[in-house]
Protein backbone atom coordinates (compact mmCIF):
# COMPACT_ATOMS: atom_id res chain seq x y z
CA UNK A 1 0.00 0.00 0.00
CA UNK A 2 1.14 3.64 -0.92
CA UNK A 3 2.00 5.71 1.84
CA UNK A 4 -0.09 9.40 1.19
CA UNK A 5 1.85 12.02 -0.18
CA UNK A 6 1.55 14.94 -1.48
CA UNK A 7 -1.33 17.15 -3.09
CA UNK A 8 -0.46 19.24 -5.85
CA UNK A 9 -2.57 22.17 -7.26
CA UNK A 10 -2.46 21.68 -11.26
CA UNK A 11 -3.82 24.63 -13.38
CA UNK A 12 -4.93 23.99 -17.11
CA UNK A 13 -5.19 27.18 -19.42
CA UNK A 14 -5.31 27.97 -22.80
CA UNK A 15 -7.40 29.72 -25.36
CA UNK A 16 -11.00 27.95 -26.16
CA UNK A 17 -10.80 24.94 -28.16
CA UNK A 18 -7.30 24.43 -27.28
CA UNK A 19 -7.61 21.14 -26.29
CA UNK A 20 -8.12 21.13 -21.76
CA UNK A 21 -10.85 19.30 -21.24
CA UNK A 22 -10.45 17.00 -23.72
CA UNK A 23 -7.04 16.30 -22.55
CA UNK A 24 -8.04 16.22 -18.01
CA UNK A 25 -11.01 14.11 -19.29
CA UNK A 26 -8.78 11.71 -21.03
CA UNK A 27 -6.39 11.67 -18.15
CA UNK A 28 -8.87 11.16 -15.72
CA UNK A 29 -11.79 9.37 -17.29
CA UNK A 30 -9.28 7.42 -19.76
CA UNK A 31 -11.81 8.46 -22.70
CA UNK A 32 -11.58 10.79 -25.24
CA UNK A 33 -14.31 13.72 -25.12
CA UNK A 34 -13.96 15.76 -28.44
CA UNK A 35 -15.95 18.99 -27.40
CA UNK A 36 -18.10 20.05 -24.31
CA UNK A 37 -18.43 23.18 -23.51
CA UNK A 38 -16.73 23.95 -19.47
CA UNK A 39 -17.99 26.09 -16.55
CA UNK A 40 -15.39 28.85 -15.96
CA UNK A 41 -13.76 26.38 -13.95
CA UNK A 42 -13.72 22.73 -13.81
CA UNK A 43 -12.06 20.30 -10.70
CA UNK A 44 -10.79 16.56 -11.37
CA UNK A 45 -8.91 14.50 -9.12
CA UNK A 46 -6.86 11.92 -9.75
CA UNK A 47 -4.01 9.95 -7.64
CA UNK A 48 -0.67 8.58 -8.46
CA UNK A 49 1.65 6.49 -7.16
CA UNK A 50 5.12 6.46 -7.30
CA UNK A 51 8.12 4.22 -6.57
CA UNK A 52 11.41 5.27 -5.00
CA UNK A 53 15.10 4.02 -5.25
CA UNK A 54 13.93 2.21 -1.65
CA UNK A 55 11.69 0.06 -3.52
CA UNK A 56 9.04 2.39 -1.37
CA UNK A 57 5.71 3.85 -2.73
CA UNK A 58 4.42 6.91 -2.19
CA UNK A 59 0.66 8.52 -3.55
CA UNK A 60 0.55 12.07 -5.03
CA UNK A 61 -3.17 13.38 -5.30
CA UNK A 62 -3.50 15.59 -8.37
CA UNK A 63 -6.09 18.53 -8.44
CA UNK A 64 -6.86 19.44 -12.02
CA UNK A 65 -8.25 22.79 -12.10
CA UNK A 66 -9.57 22.97 -15.94
CA UNK A 67 -10.22 27.06 -16.61
CA UNK A 68 -12.36 28.29 -19.75
CA UNK A 69 -11.43 31.73 -20.59
CA UNK A 70 -14.26 32.62 -22.62
CA UNK A 71 -12.70 36.07 -23.47
CA UNK A 72 -9.46 34.94 -23.76
CA UNK A 73 -6.19 35.91 -21.28
CA UNK A 74 -7.34 37.52 -18.10
CA UNK A 75 -11.06 36.17 -17.98
CA UNK A 76 -10.40 33.70 -14.98
CA UNK A 77 -10.95 34.91 -11.60
CA UNK A 78 -7.65 35.27 -10.34
CA UNK A 79 -8.64 33.94 -7.17
CA UNK A 80 -7.90 30.54 -8.87
CA UNK A 81 -4.44 30.84 -9.61
CA UNK A 82 -3.43 31.00 -6.22
CA UNK A 83 -1.32 28.25 -4.90
CA UNK A 84 -0.60 26.95 -7.99
CA UNK A 85 2.19 24.28 -8.00
CA UNK A 86 1.95 23.25 -12.02
CA UNK A 87 0.64 24.88 -14.70
CA UNK A 88 -0.10 23.66 -17.89
CA UNK A 89 -0.55 26.16 -21.03
CA UNK A 90 -2.00 24.32 -23.83
CA UNK A 91 -2.42 25.22 -27.42
CA UNK A 92 -4.08 24.02 -30.52
CA UNK A 93 -1.22 22.26 -32.99
CA UNK A 94 -3.47 22.71 -35.81
CA UNK A 95 -4.17 26.15 -35.81
CA UNK A 96 -0.68 27.16 -36.16
CA UNK A 97 1.34 30.71 -35.41
CA UNK A 98 -1.71 31.79 -34.70
CA UNK A 99 -3.13 28.99 -32.05
CA UNK A 100 0.44 29.63 -30.08
CA UNK A 101 1.14 33.45 -30.21
CA UNK A 102 -1.20 33.79 -26.56
CA UNK A 103 0.70 30.98 -24.60
CA UNK A 104 3.70 33.96 -23.37
CA UNK A 105 0.47 35.77 -22.03
CA UNK A 106 -1.50 32.82 -20.37
CA UNK A 107 2.21 32.09 -18.23
CA UNK A 108 2.90 35.39 -16.92
CA UNK A 109 -0.76 35.77 -16.32
CA UNK A 110 -1.09 33.20 -14.25
CA UNK A 111 2.45 33.38 -12.55
CA UNK A 112 1.91 37.06 -11.45
CA UNK A 113 -0.89 35.18 -9.01
CA UNK A 114 0.46 32.19 -8.07
CA UNK A 115 2.30 33.04 -5.21
CA UNK A 116 4.85 30.02 -4.17
CA UNK A 117 8.53 30.47 -4.85
CA UNK A 118 8.51 27.80 -7.45
CA UNK A 119 5.83 26.95 -10.44
CA UNK A 120 6.72 23.80 -12.83
CA UNK A 121 5.30 25.03 -16.12
CA UNK A 122 4.31 23.14 -19.30
CA UNK A 123 3.88 24.31 -22.38
CA UNK A 124 1.39 21.12 -24.41
CA UNK A 125 0.43 21.12 -27.83
CA UNK A 126 -2.41 19.13 -28.01
CA UNK A 127 -3.94 17.82 -31.28
CA UNK A 128 -0.88 16.02 -32.14
CA UNK A 129 -3.20 13.62 -34.39
CA UNK A 130 -4.60 16.56 -36.88
CA UNK A 131 -0.20 17.73 -37.52
CA UNK A 132 0.21 17.19 -41.52
CA UNK A 133 3.22 17.79 -43.77
CA UNK A 134 4.27 20.90 -43.78
CA UNK A 135 3.86 22.79 -47.04
CA UNK A 136 6.24 24.54 -48.64
CA UNK A 137 7.00 27.99 -46.85
CA UNK A 138 4.83 27.12 -44.23
CA UNK A 139 5.87 27.52 -40.36
CA UNK A 140 6.89 24.34 -38.56
CA UNK A 141 4.66 25.18 -34.96
CA UNK A 142 6.35 22.32 -33.47
CA UNK A 143 10.16 23.60 -33.72
CA UNK A 144 9.01 27.56 -33.76
CA UNK A 145 7.63 26.16 -29.77
CA UNK A 146 10.51 24.65 -28.67
CA UNK A 147 12.23 27.68 -30.06
CA UNK A 148 10.49 29.72 -28.12
CA UNK A 149 10.67 28.02 -24.67
CA UNK A 150 13.88 26.39 -24.51
CA UNK A 151 15.34 29.10 -23.08
CA UNK A 152 12.43 30.07 -20.77
CA UNK A 153 12.60 27.31 -18.03
CA UNK A 154 9.51 25.65 -19.65
CA UNK A 155 8.63 21.58 -20.50
CA UNK A 156 7.27 21.65 -23.94
CA UNK A 157 5.33 18.09 -24.95
CA UNK A 158 2.88 17.04 -27.84
CA UNK A 159 0.08 15.16 -26.75
CA UNK A 160 -3.54 13.96 -29.02
CA UNK A 161 -6.24 13.37 -26.56
CA UNK A 162 -7.81 11.29 -29.33
CA UNK A 163 -5.06 8.73 -29.28
CA UNK A 164 -3.67 9.41 -25.72
CA UNK A 165 -0.12 10.03 -26.91
CA UNK A 166 1.94 11.43 -24.52
CA UNK A 167 -1.81 12.36 -22.21
CA UNK A 168 -0.64 10.31 -18.83
CA UNK A 169 3.08 10.69 -19.18
CA UNK A 170 2.38 15.04 -18.91
CA UNK A 171 0.56 14.58 -15.48
CA UNK A 172 3.04 11.88 -14.54
CA UNK A 173 6.14 13.89 -15.16
CA UNK A 174 4.74 17.50 -14.29
CA UNK A 175 4.47 15.96 -10.66
CA UNK A 176 7.63 14.22 -10.48
CA UNK A 177 9.73 17.10 -11.67
CA UNK A 178 8.02 19.24 -9.24
CA UNK A 179 8.16 17.13 -6.04
CA UNK A 180 11.71 16.50 -6.68
CA UNK A 181 12.45 20.19 -7.24
CA UNK A 182 10.71 21.60 -4.84
CA UNK A 183 11.46 19.60 -2.40
CA UNK A 184 8.99 17.67 -1.44
CA UNK A 185 10.33 14.40 -2.63
CA UNK A 186 13.76 14.08 -1.72
CA UNK A 187 13.74 10.37 -2.16
CA UNK A 188 12.13 10.40 -5.43
CA UNK A 189 13.33 7.97 -8.24
CA UNK A 190 14.95 10.00 -10.86
CA UNK A 191 14.52 8.10 -13.56
CA UNK A 192 12.85 9.59 -16.62
CA UNK A 193 9.72 8.21 -18.18
CA UNK A 194 11.33 7.99 -21.99
CA UNK A 195 9.55 11.29 -22.86
CA UNK A 196 11.97 13.47 -24.38
CA UNK A 197 10.91 17.08 -23.39
CA UNK A 198 12.42 20.31 -23.25
CA UNK A 199 12.79 20.94 -19.49
CA UNK A 200 14.68 23.28 -17.49
CA UNK A 201 14.49 24.23 -13.56
CA UNK A 202 12.30 26.91 -12.64
CA UNK A 203 9.28 29.02 -13.86
CA UNK A 204 9.56 31.04 -16.53
CA UNK A 205 7.46 32.71 -18.89
CA UNK A 206 8.22 36.39 -19.37
CA UNK A 207 11.65 35.68 -21.19
CA UNK A 208 8.67 34.40 -25.00
CA UNK A 209 6.56 37.46 -25.09
CA UNK A 210 8.84 38.78 -28.10
CA UNK A 211 10.05 35.56 -29.31
CA UNK A 212 6.72 34.51 -31.44
CA UNK A 213 7.18 35.46 -35.60
CA UNK A 214 5.11 34.90 -38.33
CA UNK A 215 1.39 33.85 -38.05
CA UNK A 216 -0.59 31.27 -39.74
CA UNK A 217 -3.73 29.26 -39.48
CA UNK A 218 -4.84 25.60 -40.70
CA UNK A 219 -8.31 23.63 -40.32
CA UNK A 220 -8.51 22.05 -37.01
CA UNK A 221 -10.74 19.83 -34.61
CA UNK A 222 -13.20 21.40 -32.07
CA UNK A 223 -12.07 19.86 -29.04
CA UNK A 224 -12.85 22.13 -25.69
Not at 88 to 98: P, Q, S
Not at 175 to 186: F, T
Request: positive net charge.
Amino acid sequence: MATPGATLKVILVGDPFAGKTSLSHRYVDGTFLPFQRTQLVEKREKVLEFTNNKKEKFSCKLQIYDTNPQNGVGSVTTSVYRGTQILIVCYDLAGGMEALKNVPLYLTDVMSYCKLAYVHCCVVGCKSDLKEPLKDGEVDVSARAREMFEDSMTMYVECSSLTGENVETIFRECARIYLEESGKWSEGSRDRLGLEVEKKKGSGGSSVFNRIKGLGKKKGRKEE
